[in-house]
């Protein structure tokens, strides 16, 4: 972002706007800080700022401050589109293309509100008056941060602010072992903690709390666990009648694609989890070195993100969905011995 889009961007927020802070959907740790973070922010300023998530989101991440305020598009779809249709700016986080906002889609794409994108995924879509898109960044919460900072209001930070932001850089980082995790992410995250951010607690919230069913999810999707050792891979499945078995509620796979990740000599993981209410079966794809599942979901499975962390979705079954994997690792043999 250069300096007279933040001169732009300063004067824009320098009289009380009506402002919608919008997440992709089933928002993650980043998601759900770098909304509250940026919420928190505009309030000091005296916007009248409201966050809308398009679907609902895990427990593990409703203890954050201001959850009570955010308000989510599948529940009140009339209410939270007229809070979009009435906006002056919309703020779009953690994603770069409306289709990543399910049904807010085509409410956004019309909305005739100046948009700012502030994200760290490949490829962003033009539709965004002023795009900050870097995705050398850790997270969206770290570009938050980076915003306000370049904005001159770092000292503004509060401890809400900080927990906000410090919960998506953690999540975002897999606990700061990610290469995307730099000297100056630690430099942040040093600054949210002197601002208040207790990061012992905030790990607990969200690693440390687990339900009996969801590690006996865990169990299951271990024992699924498998190995492709021609091409370094290994991947899980879930179909939907494990799920149920274990009474799945939304947040319980988190995570789980890295046990994959985690065996000796793997360097691309997967995990399928079949969802017979949306007719697809979603896809998480990890990745270390160099090799870009970013790429390979791209191409193969409607999807994409991150060099080594990305998402995807098929319309075939289970059965057929982990066959079309395992069809295509052959032409990716060389990259993956090699990465």
Request: charge should be negative; proline fraction near 3%.
């Amino acid at each position: 972002m250069n300096k007279q889009d933040i001169s732009n961007i300063k004067q824009l927020l320098s009289s009380p706007k009506k402002i919608v802070i919008v997440p992709h959907k089933n928002p993650d740790g980043d998601a759900i800080g770098s909304t509250l973070g940026l919420y928190h922010y505009l309030i000091k300023h005296h916007h009248n700022a409201q966050v809308i998530v398009p679907n609902d989101y895990p427990s593990f991440l409703k203890w954050v401050p201001g959850n009570d305020n955010i308000r989510i598009h599948d529940a009140e779809t009339s209410a939270c589109n007229q809070l979009i249709n009435n906006a002056d700016v919309i703020f779009t986080l953690d994603f770069n293309a409306f289709h990543r906002t399910g049904n807010m889609e085509t409410v956004l794409a019309e909305s005739d509100a100046l948009k700012v994108m502030i994200d760290h995924h490949q490829a962003p879509d033009d539709y965004a008056t002023y795009m900050y898109s870097d995705v050398s960044m850790s997270s969206t919460c770290e570009m938050v941060y980076h915003f306000i900072d370049l904005l001159g209001d770092e000292s503004l930070i509060d401890t809400n602010i900080a927990t906000c932001l410090y919960l998506g850089i953690m999540t975002d980082t897999g606990s700061f072992r990610f290469n995307c995790t730099t000297s100056t992410t630690h430099r942040i995250i040093a600054n949210l903690i002197e601002k208040g951010a207790d990061n012992s607690a905030i790990h607990n919230n969200v690693y440390d709390t687990n339900s009996f069913e969801r590690l006996q999810l865990l169990g299951c999707a271990l024992t699924n666990l498998k190995v492709i050792p021609e091409s370094r891979a290994a991947y899980i499945s879930l179909s939907q009648e494990e799920l149920n078995r274990y009474h799945y509620k939304k947040g319980d796979t988190e995570g789980i694609v890295n046990y994959a990740l985690s065996l000796d000599g793997v360097v691309l993981a997967a995990i399928f989890i079949e969802d017979k209410q949306e007719g697809i079966i979603k896809i998480s794809l990890r990745s270390k070195g160099e090799f870009s599942v970013n790429n390979m979901s791209r191409a193969h499975f409607n999807g994409g993100g991150h060099t080594n962390a990305a998402g995807g979705r098929s319309e075939l079954s289970l059965n057929k969905t982990i066959e079309k994997f395992i069809s295509i690792l052959p032409s990716y043999n060389q990259d993956l011995n090699h990465a």
